[in-house]
């Protein structure tokens, strides 16, 4: 999903990162992986400027010694686009319950013609200096082959119920064919002896 506003456009709306796994360990009841600690994990926004004029963007989190933003600010040409990396420092301690609550906030205003990230004022994005900023507010989420688990799951038995569903149909009208073939022999069964009867009683 994209969000989309008069200046600029990002995708995606929010951030996942991809905890490593370590075979060797045993996490839950159902899989032998262990979050593999000491790795960073990086998630890639893409910032697109939907304006003739020029963007400048700064990127703000609420747990900047935990996250490595790069670029953090920047200035996007008129239609044009760039990737933000926001890498995800190598953690020593497995999130809680793999909940997050850090956010990011990405703020970005018109800027004059042909401005240079070095050369943007100090309050460019400065709300009491005057300045019309916009922002979009992005969510954190960890991913573990857990949660990828738990959706496969519910895809298979989405599938189990509907494939026995489906046998159940069959079955029933497997069973409808049987008996109305079992008739009809019956039926023709009868017919013939009734035939060979009068045929013989004839004689």
């Known amino acids: 999903m994209t969000l989309s506003a008069h200046l600029i456009s990002v995708h995606p709306q929010d951030l996942k990162f991809q905890f490593y796994m370590n075979p060797l360990y045993t996490y ?20 697109t400027n939907n304006t003739e004029h020029h963007v400048a963007f700064k990127v703000k989190t609420t747990s900047p010694k935990k996250y490595f ?12 686009s760039c990737v933000i990396r926001v890498t995800l420092q190598a953690q020593r301690n497995y999130p809680r319950n793999m909940q997050c609550k850090d956010k990011f906030l990405l703020q970005s205003t018109v ?14 994005f400065n709300k ?3 300045n019309t900023l916009e922002e979009f507010k992005l969510r954190v989420y960890y991913i573990t082959p857990l949660s990828a688990y738990g959706d496969f799951k519910d895809d298979l038995d989405h599938n189990f119920d509907a494939n026995l569903e489906t046998y159940k149909k ?17 039926l023709v069964g009868i017919t013939v002896g009734y035939v060979l009867n009068i045929l013989l009683s004839s004689t």
């Open 170 to 186: 069959r079955s029933y009208n497997g069973a409808i064919g049987f008996s109305i073939k079992f008739i009809i022999v019956g």
């Open 28 to 47: 839950g009841p159902l899989f032998h992986v262990l979050v593999e600690l000491e790795k960073q994990s990086y998630c890639d926004l893409k910032v």
């Open 69 to 80: 933003v790069r670029p953090n600010t920047g200035v996007v040409h008129p239609l044009d």
């Open 128 to 130: 009491e200096a005057g």
């Open 111 to 124: 800027v004059p013609p042909n401005t240079k990230t070095g050369e943007l004022p100090k309050d460019t």
